[in-house]
């Protein structure tokens, strides 16, 4: 998945947790939650080779600009 993430643009890029039975390794076998979508942002801005902060900005602006009816607060 790593490999197919780095051939990716950043401006395709989304994290979520949809996945109710695929949680991340720090916590596989348990039911996946929200919160752990954290993780998930870390683990693909270092498969990416940019920072946490960067990774939540991108993703960010990627939601807004794809879901553009959600207000912005």
Do not use: C, H, Q
């Not at 990716?8 to 949680?23: I, K």
Request: charge should be positive; avoid cysteine; proline fraction near 7%.
């Amino acid at each position: 998945m790593r490999d197919i993430a780095r051939g990716l643009p950043l401006d395709r890029l989304l994290v979520e947790t949809d996945a109710p039975y695929l949680a991340p390794k720090r916590w596989r076998g348990k039911r996946n939650e929200p919160s752990y979508v954290v993780n998930t942002a870390e683990v693909l801005a270092e498969t990416m080779g940019v920072s946490v902060d960067e990774m939540a900005r991108i993703t960010t602006e990627n939601a807004f600009r794809i879901f553009s009816k959600m207000p912005r607060l």
